[in-house]
């Protein structure tokens, strides 16, 4: 008799659906990790580009290694082989709410292009703030 | 052999290996990905496309299929009723393994 056609016992029953749930729990809190990630990573590259003034060489390089971990990210995020239910509730609103936040920041680094100062390193904290949320409620379960 | 027994109310096409582990994955997420679930089960495509068909026939599972660039995807997940013969049958392994005598 192949394996997949043997008969289970409740036990057997109970285990396999003990050892499913976590390995697709584990899976789906991946996406956790990664809301966590961009939380602290967006403060970094925000203030890295604003200290020192404009145009300074490291901006160019902070830019470049935040964009270049956006893209994987994104990738990793595209690819994933699970969307765990609290992922699919919290996804789509911290991702407008990110870049709505990462929009006005934008828009006020072009418009008034303030230096680097408490309020701003306040302002800079603001993208991260659904991030944080979509991690906590994600890595919750 | 009485046939108010808990072990005969278990949903006979959950309570096979693969399917079973199907269900319980899905049940654990809100879409698992058709490769993932091959993975995670250790069967061929075939294998798990006939399961997946049995469980899809039941109404217990639901199937989309989308792109990622241009190679195809499979999202697989639980209907509502699927859900709730998953509860039902969880309920009553549960029922068996703590040893409780059916209430009837």
Redesign the interface.
């Known amino acids: 008799m192949a394996?997949?056609?043997?008969h289970?016992t409740?036990?057997e029953?109970?285990g396999?659906?003990q050892h499913?749930?976590r390995?697709?729990?584990t899976?789906?809190r991946w996406h956790g990790w990664m809301w966590l990630a961009i939380a602290i990573l967006t403060p970094v590259f925000i203030l890295g580009t604003r200290e020192g003034g404009l145009a300074r060489p490291w901006h160019f390089w902070v830019a470049l290694a935040f964009g270049a971990t956006a893209l994987v990210l994104t990738l990793l995020a595209?690819?994933?082989?699970?969307?765990?239910?609290p992922?699919?509730a919290v996804d789509h609103r911290a991702t407008w709410a990110y870049a709505g936040a990462m929009v006005g920041i934008t828009a006020i680094v072009l418009i008034w292009d303030p230096p680097l100062s408490w309020w701003f390193i306040a302002v800079a904290l603001v993208p991260s703030v659904p991030c944080l949320v979509a991690a906590r409620r994600i890595l919750r379960g | 052999m009485s046939s108010s027994h808990p072990?005969h109310e278990?949903d006979e096409l959950i309570?096979?290996?693969?399917r079973?582990?199907l269900m319980?994955?899905l049940?654990?997420?809100?879409?698992?990905?058709f490769?993932?679930?091959r993975?995670?089960v250790e069967?061929s495509d075939s294998?798990l496309s006939k399961?997946l068909a049995t469980l899809e026939r039941a109404g217990y599972v639901a199937m989309r299929k989308g792109y990622?660039g241009k190679r195809p995807r499979t999202?697989l997940s639980l209907t509502p009723q699927g859900q709730r013969a998953y509860d039902r049958y969880?309920a009553t392994?549960?029922l068996?393994?703590s040893g409780s005598p059916s209430p009837d």
């Open positions: 394996d997949h056609e043997h289970l409740p036990e029953a109970l396999r659906i499913v749930s390995q697709v729990g899976a789906a595209w690819r994933r082989g699970v969307v765990g239910r992922s699919a | 072990r278990l309570h096979a290996p693969v079973l582990s319980a994955a049940a654990a997420a809100d879409s698992v990905d490769r993932y679930l993975d995670l069967v294998l399961h990622e999202w969880l392994l549960t068996i393994t």
